[in-house]
T-cell receptor
Framework: KAGVTQTPRYLIKTRGQQVTLSCSPI?????VSWYQQTPGQGLQFLFE???????NKGNFPGRFSGRQFSNSRSEMNVSTLELGDSALYLC????????????FGNGTRLTVT | SQQGEEDPQALSIQEGENATMNCSYK?????LQWYRQNSGRGLVHLIL?????REKHSGRLRVTLDTSKKSSSLLITASRAADTASYFC???????????FGRGTSLIVHP
């Protein structure tokens, strides 16, 4: 099976812009989670989608949003970018989400200047 | 906030030696997982241990769980240079099954 695919691999944006990141999960996996990884905060949970519904949400401002499509592919959007949004954004899929191991993509490295 | 915290933050050893990393957590859990992350890449799942299990093995990896002390350890035996990576524990708990990650242990294995 193909692994989790995240695009693009790198992004450079300017403060105030918005960005959309994409994630294709492992075939058959219905749960997709997003994490933000920074040196200062480590891995922080953003949200989880299951069958096109947001099932869990982390403690991030409303500028961070996401969605999941019927084929389980997911996108996350960050609006009005801030310098502090610079991070590695990781997407992970699992078969059920509930106590199932996560399979991560290689992430999208976002730099905000 | 982090549920699990790894210790030590950094570990440097020679090839062939064993590496032990520890994870402590705060609230009761259903399971604990260990992941590895190579520089600039995604995390790779290593082992999941459930709260009713005390020890689990996978190849050169051995994980123990002590729920009374709220701690776990990951032992890598006969380490190789390719084991150089960051290792994270992830716990559910606090009423949520969402894995919460610690800050990781950075392991360097010198050839």
């Amino acid at each position: 099976k193909a692994g989790v695919t995240q695009t693009p691999r790198y992004l450079i944006k300017t403060r105030g812009q918005q960005v959309t990141l994409s994630c294709s999960p492992i075939s058959g996996h219905r749960s997709v989670s997003w994490y933000q990884q920074t040196p200062g905060q480590g891995l922080q949970f953003l949200f989880e989608y299951f069958s096109e519904t947001q099932r869990n949400k982390g403690n991030f401002p409303g500028r961070f949003s996401g969605r999941q499509f019927s084929n389980s592919r997911s996108e996350m959007n960050v609006s009005t970018l801030e310098l502090g949004d610079s991070a590695l954004y990781l997407c992970a899929s699992s078969s059920q989400g509930n106590n199932s191991p996560l399979h991560f993509g290689n992430g999208t490295r976002l730099t905000v200047t | 906030s982090q549920q699990g915290e790894e210790d030590p933050q950094a570990l440097s050893i020679q090839e062939g030696e064993n590496a032990t990393m520890n994870c402590s957590y705060k609230t009761s859990i259903n399971n604990l997982q260990w992941y590895r992350q190579n520089s600039g890449r995604g995390l790779v799942h290593l082992i999941l241990i459930r709260s009713n299990e005390r020890e689990k093995h996978s190849g050169r990896l051995r994980v123990t769980l002590d729920t009374s002390k709220k701690s776990s350890s990951l032992l890598i035996t006969a380490s190789r240079a390719a084991d150089t990576a960051s290792y994270f524990c992830a716990t559910d708990g606090g009423g949520s099954y969402i894995p919460t990650f610690g800050r990781g242990t950075s392991l360097i294995v010198h050839p």
